[in-house]
């Protein structure tokens, strides 16, 4: 998949087949879209192209937005859209002078530019100034464009029963089963490993401490989790920890703090990956490390037997 951070860098096609959208998530509600996308691009030997805004519009639009959190960043989006087969990713700078294009102009210096031969939206797409733009519009312009527009039905969508603000929720409420079951793979959080204060070695349960650069990345609800770890291409099995430490005095900052079965190793400043399969429970605040390190243990044994 090739990617682009500006429309300037992408060269026009001969043929393309095009969606847009936030897609935050990459859901199944997605894939249905991008499923389509792929057939229509086979029987007309066409490339397949999805454009996406960053920063997501209602980070830069609503002002009432700080706690809106995301369900992948940029990277992993990437990441998805490329197993999901996309040739062309092209990541549109989302700024409020830009929301302002009207909708002709966006249909004109996007879609056209990029040599749309097949657009394909769902029901509720929406674009250009005031959000003015939409498969009604696109239909009506569709033959001066040059592109024909084919739209998902609602029906379609909504029978899935997917959105990402259900996913969202999900989360939030540590359900990442379900979470799971909407997104078609288990929700990750990922970064480098970090220096942490070592205490986990004390108790005999060591742990990479994971540094989460993307501030609008969602973190599920505290708790402890059964995980699937993935370090240097290789999965092992876990326990994550998501909470400020309430056992233990001091400063109360959020915590993401996994430890993988049978491993040994330095691995600060490493790539690493937590897939959440299970929550086993809510964070806990206990009398003594001794109380702590026993319920460690506990939670432990239920996360290899979750696993597998």
């Known amino acids: 998949m090739k990617r682009y951070e500006r429309l300037q860098d992408f060269r026009p096609l001969q043929s393309a087949v095009v969606t847009t959208g936030t897609f935050d998530g990459v859901h199944l509600g997605h894939q249905k879209i991008l499923g389509r996308l792929s057939e229509l691009a086979y029987q007309n030997k066409a490339e397949t192209v999805l454009i996406t805004f ?3 519009p209602r980070l830069v639009l609503q002002q009432s937005a700080d706690d809106f959190k995301l369900l992948n960043t940029l990277e992993e989006k990437a990441d998805l859209l490329q197993q999901a087969g996309i040739a062309h990713f092209i990541v549109l700078p989302f700024t409020k002078t830009f929301s302002q294009m009207s909708p002709i102009a966006y249909a004109t210096e996007v879609y056209q530019y990029i040599g749309t031969k097949s657009l394909v939206i769902g029901y509720d797409h929406r674009f250009g100034q005031a959000r003015s733009g939409n498969i009604d519009f696109l239909r009506a312009h569709s033959e001066a464009l040059g592109f024909a527009v084919e739209e998902i ?9 997917i959105s990402s603000t259900k996913i969202r929720q999900a989360l939030l409420e540590g359900n990442v089963k379900l979470a799971h079951q909407y997104l078609g793979y288990p929700y990750s959080l990922s970064g480098k490993v970090q220096v942490g204060d070592q205490l986990g070695r004390t108790l005999d349960y060591p742990t990479a401490n994971l540094q ?5 990345k969602l973190i599920p609800a505290d708790g402890i989790y059964a995980i699937e770890v993935l370090l240097q291409g290789v999965v092992h099995r876990g326990v994550l920890y998501i909470g400020t430490r309430p056992t233990l005095a001091g400063k109360e900052e959020l915590r993401i703090e996994g430890h993988i079965f049978d491993f040994e190793g330095n691995i600060y400043g490493q790539d690493i990956t937590f897939r959440l399969i299970a929550r086993i429970r809510g964070d806990m605040k206990f009398p003594d490390l001794a109380s702590l390190k026993t319920q460690m243990n506990e939670d432990a044994q239920m996360a290899r037997k979750i696993l597998g």
């Open 54 to 56: 960053f920063p997501h």
């Open 212 to 216: 989460i650069t993307a501030e609008y």
């Open 153 to 161: 039905p609602r029906q379609d969508l909504e029978e899935v029963g």
